[in-house]
């Protein structure tokens, strides 16, 4: 399995994560816009390169969680970052609330379908993360779930985590690399990103009245984080709590540390066999003698 890409936003893996410890703005001395969208298009390169040798390499496969409160940026993350992705080695999933064929399986089952396959990356924007997230915060929607029996809220939660930790586990012991990101939002900058949709019109699509509903949870949402992360931040599974109230910074951290992580694998185009090898002097003669097709 691989080691986590160190990072000053890495949640640590002893349990301890604290909100107050990690800032949801950036250091006094991030660049100015321009540089730090500068700096993303040099990431965003490298990781369509690295990419490249990761499909053909075929031997992990690379999970992105993004989970955030309500205008943290999670889709225009997702967007700027995987830009220069080739499509054909992406795929996005975006998990809402749960259909009704959901709800006729474990917590796991809708996002465990959509897992990527060796060679490509997925990415989840919001995932098996809300089971213990705004199921947390509403804990009535457990009664929706179809559970066996009573359930025990001083319990439930510890079991879940548990469920999610031996889920990320053995995904990572059959090739799958996790990074999860918490795009850690200050809720001033969601007041005032609220306030952008609400006053242009192009913006209107993006609020909903429960936007604003389950803002009035916010403390219960940052417990439901806290105890999360600390639950589940291991090094097969990383989460990084990532300042979200600056949006270039918040992208850039997140693609250097997605561009660290796959040089950490250290993968190589795959090598032709000798065999094969010794066949392709006499296949470029065959080409170069063929008659063009008119």
Not at 59 to 66: E, Q, S
Not at 137 to 144: A, F, T, Y
Not at 210 to 232: G, H, I, N, Q, V
Request: positive net charge; aromatic residues 12%.
């Amino acid at each position: 399995m691989f080691s986590a890409t160190k990072s000053p936003y890495l949640v640590p893996f002893d349990g301890k994560f604290r909100h107050a410890d990690f800032p949801t703005c950036p250091p006094d001395n991030v660049p100015k816009i321009k540089k730090l969208k500068r700096r993303l298009r040099t990431s965003v390169k490298k990781m369509a390169e690295l990419q490249r040798v990761f499909y053909a390499h075929d031997r992990y496969a690379l999970l992105l969680i993004f989970q955030a409160m309500d205008a943290g940026g999670k889709d225009s993350t997702i967007r700027a970052v995987m830009s220069g992705v080739n499509p054909a080695g992406c795929q996005v999933f975006s998990f809402k609330q749960p259909s009704e064929e959901d709800l006729d399986h474990d917590f796991l089952w809708r996002t465990t379908k959509r897992l990527p396959e060796r060679g490509r990356i997925g990415i989840f924007n919001r995932s098996y993360y809300e089971e213990v997230l705004v199921v947390r915060v509403h804990p009535d929607i457990l009664d929706s779930q179809k559970l066996p029996g009573k359930q025990n809220l001083k319990t439930i939660w510890k079991q879940r985590y548990q469920s999610i930790r031996n889920h990320e586990k053995h995904l990572a012991r059959n090739g799958t690399v996790i990074l999860k990101f918490w795009l850690n939002v200050s809720p001033d900058e969601q007041r005032r990103r609220f306030l952008s949709r609400l006053n242009e019109p192009e913006k209107h699509w993006k609020f909903a009245s429960a936007d604003m509903r389950e803002r009035s949870f916010w403390p219960k949402y940052m417990a439901a984080y806290k105890d999360a992360l600390s639950a589940t931040s291991k090094p097969w599974a990383p989460w990084y709590a990532i300042p979200a109230d600056n949006k270039p910074y918040m992208r850039l951290t997140v693609a250097n540390i997605i561009v660290d992580t796959l040089k950490s694998l250290k993968l190589k185009y795959p090598e032709v066999k000798k065999k094969e090898q010794a066949r392709f002097d006499e296949m470029r003669q065959i080409l170069m003698k063929d008659e063009p097709v008119t």
